[in-house]
């Protein structure tokens, strides 16, 4: 390497790239069985490391400035945005992420919600916008989440787990004064403050007990009064879901997203005097998702999941009809909120060539803006692959529905395959940008299947229940049934198929390899799940009961006897390929003990093994130099076990 002066004082600049002969882990991960990463991989990595996002976390102050979480250096940290295009200022400083960010109305502060290590106790902070530190509101210790504003912004209602670790009970706090917070509501189970009265003399609160089951109640701020306003399920009729909830600005009437008397969730009207419900969009056959109200009760609007891709609808809600909006092409939208004292509201948007940013629309003035366009290194995102829709049918004639990523044209014959399933399990994959992914279609030819398995959202409550319980491995023969359809693509390698997924795509990564370790060559097990029972019985306790209502309850011999036949742990020995399993250490849901055990009994039938342990991370590595040497990790495992040609 040449080195040379180049007149900027007494600065020695090193033109070209220090000797470097390979990545080595950083100290917050340990490893087993990785070899290191060779410097040339490490270097064809760096330009899809460098992307940024922006999502939308509200207005600020009364006027036009938003408030976005993006990445400058680790973490997602707040930022300010005082004008459409306007630089952005950051206002926290943490080495943990921030989760979120709410203005407090008409103030110049707003609270955040942060991460301490990956371990979900969130802590709530207060933050003055123009500086200074940030006042701690929670206590410190606990996990406390949904905390909304007043609407005069003189209080905060949010639940937390600090009674016993357990129930998620309500709590108020006035802050800037010196009384402490106290407790609204002690509860039995999970349950969110979802909005405020317009007068702020009471809260609409929810109690979820599963994704097909949510109830909606109303409590008195001074008296603790709780009211159920949700209604009960007809007879003969399945347990009702609600999704967002919001006060009319009239103080007449509560809306939500409903899923009773239909598929899929639809938004309503529910008059509290009359106690009746009136749905709203009964001509959309999907789910409608995210949705706010003008402040003058005018207008709502709100998106759809329609087979995987946002659609924005505006609502007159006084006629009853839908308003014209631009076409923003197929991706998704979320963090609809309008500006207050206003018709127009922001968002944030990515599609397969666009990463997150944010937007907003004025329905006045019919102008859509963008305020942000985060840098994606020195990637030309117009030429990345678009995703294309499949259904295939599965063992019992099920339509399965699959987005796939084709290689770009210029890689000959037949390509390998790498099936990503996504977890929840009550989740989807949706298309939008998919990052750091991009380096395996684009730089090393490799085509992404992305399955919504049954149990997957957004295709109607029945559905979603087809894999509940003893069904659990019906969800596993449709990966089956989907390496029977990448066998009958001639563009497609069906001897290079391999598998990943995270969360409950682990489990599903890892059942795959048991059932079909003949016909994958690999699999990446992320956080994955690999003994229900054990998995159950050391969750945290807050989630303990609410993932038994959609795996079964270990505790019942039946049900634990199906957990013994479908954990891959009792099966590891008919896993025949190559595996590589990353985990968080801090990990609250899915605890490092699954991944721990996985490893150990596939090392001991004789496979290699590649394990990664995040000592600072939690559920996913949510850090960019763990993120970075995770990736550099997986690509090499890749290109070592599944690019090869097969047998």
């Known amino acids: 390497m040449a080195l040379r002066w180049i007149g900027l004082g007494t600065t020695l600049i090193l033109l070209g790239t220090p000797f470097v002969s390979a990545q080595s ?86 609270l955040f919600e942060a991460d301490e290590g990956g371990a979900e106790n969130y802590q709530l902070f207060l933050k003055d916008v123009q500086g200074g530190p940030p006042t701690r509101v929670s206590d410190g210790k606990a996990r406390h989440v949904s905390a909304r504003w007043s609407h005069s912004g003189r209080q905060l209602a949010w639940s937390s787990n600090a009674r016993n670790g357990r129930d998620m009970d309500l709590y108020l706090v006035e802050p800037g004064k010196a009384e402490p917070s106290r407790r609204l509501k002690e509860v039995s189970g999970d349950w969110s403050v979802e909005d405020w009265s317009p007068d702020d003399t009471q809260v609409v609160a929810s109690e979820y007990r599963s994704i097909n089951e949510s109830l909606v109640y109303i409590i008195d701020i001074k008296s603790g009064e709780t009211t159920r306003v949700s209604p009960e399920p007809a007879k003969n009729e399945p347990t009702i879901s609600h999704g967002e909830v919001r006060w009319s600005p009239d103080g007449k009437a509560l809306f939500w997203t409903t899923d009773q008397g239909s598929e899929f969730r639809r938004l309503a009207r529910f008059d509290l005097e009359k106690r009746t419900q009136a749905t709203l969009t009964d001509q959309i056959p999907w789910n409608v998702e995210g949705f706010d109200l003008s402040d003058d009760g005018t207008t709502a609007v709100f998106t759809t999941n329609e087979d995987g891709l946002s659609r924005i609808h505006v609502l007159d809600l006084k006629t009853g009809k839908e308003q014209a909006v631009p076409e923003l092409g197929a991706g998704q939208v979320g963090g609809l909120r ?53 259904r295939f049918s599965s063992f019992d004639g099920l339509s399965i529905p699959a987005f796939v990523y084709h290689a770009p044209a210029r890689f000959k014959g037949p390509r390998p395959v790498l099936i990503h399933i996504h977890g929840g399990p009550e989740s989807q994959f949706r298309p939008g940008f998919l990052g750091r992914l991009n380096y395996l279609i684009e730089e090393l030819g490799i085509t992404l299947v992305f399955p919504n398995v049954r149990g997957s959202a957004g295709y109607g409550k029945t559905y979603l229940r087809l894999d509940n319980g003893p069904k659990r491995e019906d969800s596993v023969k449709d990966i089956g049934a989907l390496l029977d359809w990448i066998g009958q693509q001639p563009n497609l390698d069906p001897k290079r198929v391999g598998v990943m997924g995270a969360s409950y795509g682990g489990y599903m990564t890892l059942a795959s390899l048991v059932h079909y370790s003949d016909r994958l060559k690999t699999g990446i097990d992320i956080i994955g799940i690999s003994n229900f029972i054990s998995f159950l019985e050391n969750t945290q306790g807050y989630r303990r009961d609410l993932r038994r209502a959609e795996y079964g309850d270990e505790r019942d011999p039946a049900m634990r006897a199906i957990f013994e036949q479908i954990s891959p742990l009792f099966h590891a020995e008919k896993i025949k390929v190559p595996l590589m399993v990353a985990q968080g250490k801090n990990d609250p849901r899915v605890p490092a003990g699954e991944s721990a055990q996985i490893v150990e009994r596939v090392k001991s039938g004789g496979q290699p093994v590649w394990s990664l342990l995040g000592l600072n991370e939690g559920h996913g590595f949510a850090k960019k130099q763990n993120q970075d040497y995770l990736q550099a990790a997986e690509v090499l495992f890749l290109k070592t076990y599944l690019l090869e040609p097969g047998p």
């Open 338 to 390: 309008f500006r207050p004292g206003s018709r127009e509201f922001g968002f944030q948007m990515t599609s397969a060539r666009a990463t997150t940013d944010v937007y907003s629309y004025d329905l006045d003035q019919k102008t859509l803006t963008r305020w942000t366009e985060s840098e994606l290194g020195n990637l030309d995102p117009s030429g990345f692959a678009e995703p294309t829709l499949v």
């Open 25 to 110: 882990p950083p100290d917050s991960i340990q490893v087993e069985g990785v070899p290191e990463i060779p410097k040339a991989l490490g270097d064809s990595l760096v330009q899809y490391q460098q992307g940024r996002t922006a999502q939308f976390q509200g207005w600020v102050g009364g006027g036009r400035a938003v408030l976005i979480t993006t990445r400058f250096a680790e973490t997602n940290q707040v930022h300010l945005i005082a004008s459409p295009g306007g630089a952005r200022r950051q206002l926290t400083f943490l080495s943990d992420r921030v989760l979120g960010a709410s203005p407090r109305r008409d103030q110049a502060q707003f």
